[in-house]
Structures are given as structure tokens and as C-alpha cells.
């Protein structure tokens, strides 16, 4: 059975590293045109410290690509590959359903809401900041990191991440994003316990750690 592992396929055109190197420019550029789409949206944030996190999240990837370590063990199989990436992706979709009246109509909710928001994106921030030599979209371990907010949760950026998406599927509520929202807590959820197996394999440290840590779900 052929095993879903893109990166291996383009070895046999370009070595590995070479490919690690692409990888590595290639996501710092991604999210560094995300952060300047951001500033340029200056304007249409009423609520300028949300503009100024979610700019930040995006100069902080861009800046985690660039500083990241080569992996311990790289992601192999479509459950270190494809689920963290469509997971990855899932909160971008609830930004399809239109603003629901109850919250949009009301400038208290709506400013509730985008208060939520800042904060479970600062979680993130912080969290891609600490783990930036560590960082990865997919399942790979490069270093152990227990400082920041992992001092007290082993996922600190699914965390964020998971709050802010409970954030926008208030403000954009629908069945639908009701079901989105589900499937990316059950993917951040299975997600992590496969990041989980995988540190442990490569730092026997790694349990030991985890055990005195929160998980965040």
C-alpha cells in the first residue's frame, strides 16, 4: 500500500533538505503576504486590538517558518499530513456564513464577541511564539518546548485556536458552522494525540512532561 507522503515523492526530483529549505521560505512568505493583506484592512477592524493580533499572528508564523528547527521525524501518512492541514483550514470556512442578526444587530454582543476574539488570538500568538523553533502545520517533532504557555497547557495553540473559532461561530451562527466547529475540535483533538504520540516517540522526556500539563479539550 502506497503511504501518503508528498514530500518523499519530490525527493526523487530534489533532495530532501532542499525541500525542508522550500517549505521553510516558502510558509514565511505565505503568511507574510497574509500580514500585509491584514494591514492593508486597517480600516475595516472597528475594534483595533482584534486588527492588531490577527496581523500579529500572521507576522509571527511568518517569522516561526523562518526560525524552526529541522525535524527530529518528519510527518509521514495522511494523519500527520492531510488532517492537520484540513484541519488547519476548517476555521477559514466559517467566515462564509454571513454575521448572525443577534450578535451583529447588537453593538454590545458584536463588541463582546470581537473583545473574545482578541483574546483567544493572543493565546496563539503566544503560543506560536514559544513554540517557533518547534513549529509545524503538520505532525513533525523538532524540539520539546515547555516554556510560555506550555508551562500549563501542552496545546496552547489549538487552544486559541479553538476559542476564537467558538468566537466566530457565535457572531456567524448557522447549522452549518455549528457542524463546522464540531469537525475542528474533533480534528484538533485527534490532531494533537497524533503530535502527542509522536513527541513522545522521539523525547522519552515528552511523557513525563505531559502528564503534569492540561491538554486543552
Not at 524552526?68 to 509521514?76: G, K
Amino acid at each position: 500500500m502506497l503511504t501518503f507522503d508528498p514530500l518523499a515523492w519530490f525527493a526523487h526530483l530534489v533532495p530532501e533538505r532542499w525541500l525542508h529549505r522550500l517549505i521553510r521560505f516558502g510558509g514565511a512568505g505565505l503568511f507574510a503576504a497574509f500580514a500585509v493583506v491584514r494591514v492593508r484592512q486597517y480600516r475595516e477592524f472597528s475594534l483595533k486590538p482584534l486588527w492588531g493580533v490577527e496581523t500579529l499572528v500572521y507576522v509571527v508564523l511568518a517569522g516561526a517558518y523562518l526560525a524552526r528547527l529541522e525535524p527530529v521525524e518528519r510527518s509521514r501518512g495522511w494523519r500527520e499530513v492531510a488532517l492537520p492541514v484540513v484541519g488547519a483550514l476548517i476555521p477559514f470556512a466559517l467566515l462564509a456564513t454571513p454575521p448572525h442578526p443577534f450578535a451583529a444587530a447588537n453593538p454590545q454582543r458584536l463588541l463582546a464577541v470581537f473583545w473574545w476574539l482578541t483574546a483567544a488570538t493572543s493565546l496563539t500568538v503566544w503560543g506560536v511564539w514559544t513554540l517557533r523553533r518547534a513549529f509545524s502545520i503538520t505532525a513533525e517533532a523538532r524540539t520539546m518546548v515547555t516554556g510560555g504557555p506550555y508551562r500549563w497547557v501542552r496545546h496552547p495553540v489549538y487552544l486559541g485556536e479553538l476559542l476564537a473559532a467558538a468566537g466566530v461561530c457565535a457572531w456567524r451562527f448557522s447549522v452549518v458552522n455549528v457542524a463546522l466547529l464540531t469537525a475542528f475540535v474533533l480534528a484538533q483533538c485527534w490532531r494533537s494525540r497524533v503530535e502527542e504520540t509522536k513527541l513522545a516517540r522521539s523525547f522519552p522526556e515528552y511523557a513525563a512532561w505531559a502528564r503534569g500539563r492540561w491538554w486543552f479539550c
